[in-house]
């Protein structure tokens, strides 16, 4: 009688409502969330992609988006290719990222809880791996610790080098900065031992990675602190089982 | 009043982290189509959204705090929706209503209804189900739904149109007399029988929801 | 009791109504109700306005054709026989008496399809509201009962909410699993030119005793933002909606789609589909209805 019940027997019942657990309602392990925010333009949807490219052979993964307009960045990976299309899902968000990932999450949640059921139910087996992307947004923008693990900071040499001096709560305290676009240092005038001097003074030991997606090592680095984040997660998942 | 007009703000409040902010309630689609453009406009769409889809969203969120059974009001919620994407709205902000309720006044009664509707019941049901397990009442609930119908496009309106967030708020102050009418009559009909709840429906909204949830790039999910 | 009216039986005198917009106060004009049978019991028509009950049952007529054993009217209405392009099924028309619904009217339209039976009802002309002698509403109800396997059309011209009138009605459609049914109801606020009066009308559905649409509509003075963006929008005054059920539905659901800008095409979350527009006029509004789901009738 009601057609649009179909979903809710195929998917019973088990979504959290506190995310903090390592483990599924069911008791299976969930995935790594590792969120992935800065300004416009500083490489995140491309550097998603080239994490992509990457870990796809190792690791199962999938990416939520968190657009400004709709879904634009969703659209970009579909394009690339860097997933099938049941491992990319857009979160739309009423034009502000910031609140979709940092002040109400439910969205996001409910777009990651989907993804580890959906795949589970396709016979694709548990995933390892969730980036969550935001929307280009401002330096304040982070994520919540209810929505992800761990988060990356990303902004590139052309957005300006005093970036890391000026701080803020994305530069300073996120799980890992990434300078992005170092190839155009020497045409933007930035320098690059300046930033990486005021990016220690605000962070600390907090990890800075130096990026260039055009030649070696591109998103090598960015991928192993990755994989040392899953390691880590899955020995305490196991530890918690 | 309930006298736990604290817990009521905290249900009401637009930061509240249920998803609202994503959702126009309709204003983008009319603001693409002209027929809000300014205050004066915004206002008209408010008032008949408030008398119209406002009305029936809280009968059913006072009937659910009332403690009517939400399935049986669920049905009734699909039955006032002939929008499928209003209907996905609907349930998605349910879902989410419930994930934040359930954290926030955690209860039997919530636990059993997102057992039987994983994918999320109608919001107004949720909200009402919210209302009861935080200790408000029937009118509370209503007043919660009522007044979250109009702020909602109200908000997006000041994104969408860079109107005036002073003129926009006025706007839901000159309503706010017949918000508490609409909660009035909500509560009054969540007391009689269920079939009679009201039914009230915007053809413009059903008709405008499908249009924008095919639109490619769009500010707001709905 | 009843009373079968063959498709020749003279139309008791109605006057037309009135061809130009009336001012807000104007009385229409009302002639003595001439009952349509001497043994239907005659419609009331005085201070409080005119009771009428038009009862109509199709049953099948164990042939595979559908036969009226009961057709009876009074009052504003008289249902007629009509010819059917489809000789197995039955079509009757709901033929205007008098000027109807008045204020304080209280009229009611009572159909039962019995199983396996087969009935297109329809009228012969827009239905007009008027503003009444006496002050108050009129109500107009219809009720429409389908049984299994059987089919009804329920294709009325519009009605049209004029200047003062003040009308509810209220169509409640009680269907069996099995039943199909195709409905078009169509709103048209106020003459050429003219401001509607005051419209309420509410649809309910149910099938097997469940809901499968409710929705109420409000226009008219006195209906707050009626006009506004959300509701109808400038310009459009008329507004209509098909409905059909069938339970083919309920294994495939029907698409969503547009048709232009004010009008969808959209699946019910039963076994149903809904057309929704709204329009400048009755004539555009027919058109996006007509275009928007193909059916044959009879």
């Known amino acids: 009688m009601h057609l649009d019940h179909e979903l809710d027997e195929k998917f019973p019942h088990r979504h959290t409502y506190s995310a903090a657990h390592p483990q599924r309602p069911d008791g299976t392990r969930r995935a790594l969330r590792i969120g992935l925010g800065g300004p416009v333009g500083s490489g995140k949807t491309a550097t998603v992609a080239a994490l992509c490219r990457t870990l796809r052979d190792q690791l199962s993964l999938a990416v939520v988006t968190n657009d400004i307009y709709t879904r634009e960045d969703a659209a970009y990976l579909l394009r690339e290719a860097v997933l099938p299309p049941e491992r990319i899902t857009a979160v739309e968000t009423g034009a502000c990222p910031h609140t979709a990932i940092r002040d109400d ?4 949640l409910e777009a990651v809880e989907d993804l ?8 694709a087996g548990p995933l390892d791996l969730i980036l969550v992307e935001s929307g280009g947004d401002n330096l304040t923008a982070t994520f919540s610790k209810g929505l992800t693990d761990a988060q990356i900071f990303v902004i590139d040499v052309a957005g300006g080098d005093d970036i890391p001096r000026k701080g803020g709560p994305g530069v300073s305290t996120a799980d890992l900065l990434v300078v992005n676009k170092t190839d155009l240092a020497p045409y933007v005038g930035s320098d690059l031992e300046g930033m990486a001097r005021d990016a220690k003074e605000q962070r600390g030991e907090l990890p800075v990675i130096f990026q260039s997606l055009r030649g070696e090592p591109g998103v090598g680095p960015v991928a192993d602190w990755v994989r040392a984040q899953l390691a880590d997660w899955t020995g ?3 530890h918690a089982a | 009043m309930s006298g736990a007009a604290a817990a009521l703000l905290v249900l009401a409040d637009g930061r509240f982290p249920a998803g609202g902010h994503a959702h126009s309630g309709g204003a983008e689609a009319a603001v693409k189509a002209g027929r809000v453009k300014d205050a004066a406009s915004l206002g008209a769409f408010c008032r008949g959204r408030l008398h119209t889809a406002g009305l029936t969203a809280a009968a059913l969120a006072a009937a659910a705090a009332a403690g009517h059974d939400p399935l049986a009001l669920d049905e009734a919620a699909d039955a006032r929706t002939p929008s499928p994407a209003l209907r996905r709205t609907a349930r998605k902000l349910g ?9 926030t006044w955690p209860c039997p009664e919530l636990d ?8 999320g019941a109608h919001q107004p049901i949720v909200l009402g189900l919210a209302a009861r397990s935080a200790g408000l009442t029937p009118l509370d609930a209503a007043h919660a739904c009522a007044y979250e119908n109009i702020s909602g496009p109200a908000t997006a309106a000041v994104r969408l149109l860079s109107l005036d967030p002073f003129d926009a708020t006025a706007v839901l102050a000159r309503l706010a007399p017949e918000a508490d009418d609409v909660a009035r009559r909500a509560v009054e009909a969540a007391e009689g029988d269920l079939a009679d709840l009201p039914a009230a429906s915007a053809p413009l909204l059903d008709i405008t929801a499908e249009a924008h ?9 709905s | 009791m009843t009373t079968v009216l063959g498709a020749g039986t003279p139309a008791p005198a109605r006057p037309a109504p009135p061809p130009m917009p009336a001012p807000a106060a104007a009385v229409a004009p009302r002639v003595a109700v001439t009952p349509v049978a001497a043994v239907a019991p005659a419609a009331a028509a005085g201070p409080a306005g005119v009771r009428a009950h038009v009862r109509i049952t199709a049953a099948s007529d164990g042939r595979g054709g559908t036969a009226l054993p009961l057709l009876s009217g009074e009052g504003p209405f008289a249902p007629r026989r009509t010819r059917s392009a489809d000789p197995a099924r039955a079509r009757v028309t709901l033929v205007g008496a008098m000027s109807a619904p008045l204020g304080g ?15 297109r009802l329809d009228s012969s002309a827009a239905m007009i509201a008027l503003p009444g002698r006496v002050p108050g509403h009129a109500e107009y109800g219809v009720r429409l009962t389908v049984g299994e396997d059987a089919y009804a059309h329920w294709l009325p011209e519009p009605l049209i909410s004029a200047r003062g009138s003040d009308l509810r009605q209220h169509l409640v459609v009680d269907l069996a699993p099995t039943a199909r049914l195709v409905l078009r109801d169509e709103q048209v606020l106020g003459r050429t030119g003219e401001e509607p009066g005051r419209l309420s009308t509410r649809l309910t559905v149910r099938v097997a005793g469940r809901p499968l649409l409710d929705q109420q509509l409000d226009y008219g003075p006195g209906a707050p933002g009626w006009d506004g963006g959300a509701v109808l929008g400038a310009g459009h005054r008329a507004v209509g909606q098909l409905l059909v059920v069938d339970p083919a539905f309920a294994e495939r659901p029907a698409e969503p789609r547009m048709l232009g800008e004010t009008a969808a095409v959209t699946p019910l979350a039963g076994q149903g589909l809904l057309v929704t527009a709204v329009a400048p006029d009755a004539l555009q509004l027919r058109r996006l209805l007509d275009q928007s789901h193909i059916f044959t009738s009879w």
């Open chain 1, 105 to 108: 999450i439910s969205a996001n």
């Open chain 1, 116 to 123: 580890e059921d959906d795949l589970a139910s396709q016979g």
């Open chain 1, 236 to 238: 305490k998942a196991a």
């Open chain 2, 95 to 103: 879902r989410q209503m419930m994930r934040a309720a359930r954290a």
């Open chain 2, 112 to 119: 059993a209804l997102a057992a039987a509707r994983p994918r």
């Open chain 2, 213 to 221: 949830a095919t639109w490619p790039v769009r500010l707001f999910a």
């Open chain 3, 105 to 119: 009217d209280r009229l009611t339209v009572e159909t039962r399809v019995e199983a396996g039976a087969a009935l």
